[in-house]
T-cell receptor, first 115, second 108 residues
Framework: GAGVSQSPRYKVAKRGQDVALRCDPI?????LFWYQQALGQGPEFLTY????????KSGLPSDRFFAERPEGSVSTLKIQRTQQEDSAVYLC?????????????FGEGSRLTVL | AQRVTQPEKLLSVFKGAPVELKCNYS??????LFWYVQYSRQRLQLLLRHISRESIKGFTADLNKGETSFHLKKPFAQEEDSAMYYCALSGGSYIPTFGRGTSLIVHP
């Protein structure tokens, strides 16, 4: 593809529902990052994958958040039992570099609204 | 811990005026610093990185380790520069940390 693709672009969930957000990185990119961006704030780190290995998940706010990248390509961020405070834009970024020193290529984001 | 501070949420200037978007960082080692930009209805994208030492769209940024700053500058702002600008730091953990962003508005 031409760039990082995220779906869905918009998701409205009722409190307590589970949601799954998908990220399709640029082909061949080793690193994949998930960020959470609340309104008026900068992107906050959630988790990092190098190929299929989740090397850092220190930013996940609770055990309701889970991410995977089983084949080292597409990644899914799952949020269980959504709460209103989970409302945010979830950004996925990929990089050719094996560490975060390279340029990050971002998707357009998935905007989650929890009612 | 690494931290990025962008003190201004909003910067408003007139076309042709100089622009300086401030970025201060906190990191004890050798940082890798970046500026990312998000134009209206577009995705976040890299503007420049300090190791490249290049000027992009007339913007430059110099790393000042003494002041732990990486301010973004442009001598003459253009209307098309209006956007959100984010400073980012990659330190020892190699996980890029972003500031909260500065909204630049350039008036005609």
């Amino acid at each position: 593809g031409a760039g990082v693709s995220q779906s869905p672009r918009y998701k409205v969930a009722k409190r307590g529902q589970d949601v799954a957000l998908r990220c399709d990185p640029i082909s061949g990119h080793v690193s994949l990052f998930w960020y959470q961006q609340a309104l008026g704030q900068g992107p906050e780190f959630l988790t990092y994958f190098q190929n299929e290995a989740q090397l850092d998940k220190s930013g996940l706010p609770s055990d309701r958040f889970f991410a995977e990248r089983p084949e080292g390509s597409v990644s899914t961020l799952k949020i269980q039992r959504t709460q209103q405070e989970d409302s945010a834009v979830y950004l996925c970024a990929s990089s050719l570099a094996s560490e975060g020193t390279g340029e990050l290529f971002f998707g357009e984001g998935s905007r989650l609204t929890v009612l | 811990a690494q931290r990025v501070t962008q003190p201004e949420k909003l910067l408003s200037v007139f076309k042709g005026a100089p622009v300086e978007l401030k970025c201060n960082y906190s990191y004890s080692g050798s940082p890798e610093l970046f500026w990312y930009v998000q134009y209206s209805r577009q995705r976040l994208q890299l503007l420049l990185r300090h190791i490249s030492r290049e000027s992009i769209k007339g913007f430059t940024a110099d790393l000042n380790k003494g002041e732990t700053s990486f301010h973004l500058k442009k001598p003459f702002a253009q209307e098309e520069d209006s956007a959100m600008y984010y400073c980012a730091l990659s330190g020892g953990s190699y996980i890029p940390t972003f500031g909260r962003g500065t909204s630049l508005i350039v008036h005609p």
